[in-house]
């Protein structure tokens, strides 16, 4: 039994190395897919996220992601002011974001934060930061928007 133990470890190193190797090739490979193609693979729309998000990460197994925009951003949709922090955070899931950091939205002057947003076939429910929800049609956000220059 003694004689296999060394075979074992060496195995089991090779499959842990594999393992990592994988998941590294799925997060980080070549024809690595662009943050707004893991959104459609998520069933929501790419217009989520503006146009300029310049690297993410993901965790395919619990979802958690973060994106990178290359500075502070905001844009107009559905005649609603969204902002986005540089950095953005949360955990996606099929029809789901949620545990949502770093964007915003302008209600009565004020910025306030988006926590979760739920598709509902072709809804998207939008909860806001001490106000509800808001829904929004899901072409609304098709396409992603242009950063204004601020
Ligand atoms: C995002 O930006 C931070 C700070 O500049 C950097 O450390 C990190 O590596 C970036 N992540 C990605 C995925 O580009």
């Known amino acids: 039994m003694a004689l296999y133990k060394p075979n074992m470890a060496t195995l089991e190193m090779m499959l842990f190395c594999f393992t990592v190797s994988l998941l590294f090739s799925f997060t980080k490979g070549d024809g690595e897919p662009s943050v707004y193609q893991v959104l459609q693979s998520y069933n929501l729309p790419p217009g989520l996220l503006p146009n300029g998000a310049s690297g993410y990460t993901l965790d395919p197994k619990s979802g958690r992601y973060s994106v990178n925009l290359s500075s502070i951003c905001e844009v107009n949709v559905a005649n609603y002011e969204f902002q986005y922090s540089p ?55 098709s396409l992603s928007p242009n950063c204004k220059q601020l």
């Open 87 to 141: 950095s953005i955070t949360g955990v996606i899931s099929q029809n789901n974001l949620r545990e949502m950091g770093g964007v915003k939205v302008k209600a009565a002057l004020l910025w306030v934060g988006i926590m979760n947003i739920n598709r509902n076939q072709d809804q998207l429910k939008l909860t806001i930061d001490g106000i509800g929800d808001k829904e929004f049609p899901v072409n609304v956000f």
